[in-house]
């Protein structure tokens, strides 16, 4: 046996918790499953959490998400005799007085103070948990007290403060050790505190993404590299490549990018796209995968760092837009305009063009072409002129602008 629960929720704990960056979550789901089939409880209450999606468990395992297969398993946890699944199920509002019955305890304290010794033997799920004890006052329920049970108002409010401010220890526990959900609620606490109980502390929250991250947490490389991005400070790049390394899919697009701006690295489109191709494939690039698809996109149209391929770029750029991106309009209105990757469509095109008149070549020469045509709209020789000469030295625009001449009364007119 391990030291705070059986050999197979300790391994799943590391593969799942403690050591998340190393690729291992679905070996720990694994465990859990036949851990939990043959009647462990902790075990069940574990895998229920990741089955609860990324507000429980890092998206970057990729674990299935079923909310009614989590809360059978926290029931089955507390049938199976687990502390920690009474704790959990309690936390997540599935303790009903039918289900708290079924457990072998004799009542909340019982079953709390279980799962406390194991948070001082250093178990760092426990530690987290008996911190969310704390932080979300489930210690009223476990005490079984409320305001009746003291004689003012002031003393019911001290009881609360005093028992409130035990989770900030519990959670920096939690954090240290392996959890890092120890860490967002620790922001939560100095950020916002409690209402006449809790002042916030928002400086003591500053430091965190930093902590996290030396911590090797790879959401924490990912959001700390942001945070060092946006402060315009050195070393994001460095961060965001260890978050990536590790799993953190959004990452891999920040990394991509700066490749390709060539600033604080070399530029380097061929592995700037490997990096968007590895964000697009990742399990957990939600808040990046547009991202990616458009930079993709645009690198297949141009042939830039890939070899040129019309149809991968308009799946990317079409993905793109269709999710609310219009970064990459104007290469889909290309691909309509030249019919590369799709069927021609001037009226597309121009859509796509107008709704965002980067200031490119390209773009007013495609804009010069349908206007003084009048493809699709009114044709308006004026202003496909004036659309002409903005794209410059684009060898097309000035050639197109060859079918026109001014009158001697200064309009333009086709030749």
């Known amino acids: 046996m391990g030291r705070c629960f059986s050999d197979e929720v300790e391994?799943?704990?590391?593969?799942?918790?403690?050591?998340?960056?190393?690729?291992?979550?679905?070996?720990?789901?694994?465990?859990l499953q036949k851990a939990s089939a043959e009647g462990d409880g902790d075990a069940s209450c574990i895998l229920a959490r990741c089955y609860c999606g990324y507000q429980y468990v890092w998206d970057g395992h990729g674990f299935p998400e079923d909310d009614k297969m989590a809360k059978t398993l926290l029931h089955q946890s507390v049938e199976q005799g687990s502390a920690l699944g009474v704790l959990v199920t309690l936390r997540s509002g599935l303790l009903t007085p039918s289900v708290q019955r079924k457990m072998p305890f004799a009542n909340l304290k019982e079953a709390f103070e279980q799962v406390l010794q194991k948070a001082w033997d250093g178990d760092a799920f426990c530690q987290y948990t008996i911190g969310n004890s704390y932080f979300w006052e489930d210690f009223l329920r476990i005490e079984n007290k409320g305001r009746s049970s003291f004689a003012t108002d002031e003393e019911y409010r001290a009881y609360r403060t005093e028992n409130l401010s035990k989770c900030e220890e519990w959670l920096w526990k939690a954090f240290r050790g392996g959890v890092y959900f120890g860490g967002n609620n620790l922001r939560h606490y100095y950020t916002e505190g409690e209402r006449g109980l809790i002042a916030?502390?928002?400086?003591?929250?500053?430091?965190l993404r930093r902590i996290g991250a030396?911590?090797?947490?790879?959401?924490?490389?990912?959001?700390?590299?942001?945070?060092?991005?946006?402060?315009?400070?050195?070393?994001a790049l460095d961060w965001f490549k260890k978050a990536a390394e590790r799993g953190e899919g959004n990452a891999w697009y920040y990394v991509?990018?700066?490749?390709?701006?060539?600033?604080?690295?070399?530029?380097?489109?061929?592995?700037?796209?490997?990096?968007?191709?590895?964000?697009?494939?990742?399990?957990?690039?939600?808040e990046t995968r547009i991202y990616n698809s458009d930079m993709l996109g645009s690198m297949y149209y141009d042939g830039k760092g890939v070899r040129t391929d019309y149809d991968k770029a308009f799946r990317l750029l079409t993905y793109a837009y269709a999710n609310g991106s219009t970064w990459g309009s104007d290469y889909l209105g290309r691909c309509y305009f030249r019919g590369r990757g799709t069927q021609q469509d001037f009226v597309r095109a121009r859509e796509l063009v107008e709704l965002k008149k980067w200031n490119?070549?390209?773009?007013?020469?495609?804009?010069?072409?349908?206007?003084?045509?009048?493809?699709?709209?009114?044709?308006?020789?004026?202003?496909?002129?004036?659309?002409?000469?903005?794209?410059?030295?684009h060898p097309e625009a000035k050639e197109e602008l060859l079918r026109y001449k001014k009158t001697m009364f200064g309009k333009w007119k086709v030749r």
């Open 360 to 393: 490119r070549p390209e773009n007013w020469y495609m804009l010069g072409y349908i206007y003084g045509r009048g493809f699709g709209v009114p044709q308006d020789i004026e202003k496909a002129v004036l659309y002409l000469q903005k794209a410059g030295d």
């Open 11 to 31: 391994q799943a704990l590391r593969y799942i918790y403690y050591d998340m960056g190393a690729g291992e979550g679905q070996r720990g789901f694994a465990l």
């Open 256 to 286: 991509g990018e700066a490749y390709v701006k060539g600033e604080v690295v070399p530029e380097d489109s061929a592995y700037a796209a490997s990096c968007f191709d590895k964000g697009l494939s990742s399990k957990n690039a939600n």
């Open 214 to 235: 030396e911590y090797g947490y790879p959401n924490y490389m990912y959001t700390y590299g942001l945070e060092l991005s946006r402060q315009k400070r050195p070393g």
């Open 200 to 207: 916030p502390c928002p400086e003591k929250a500053d430091d």
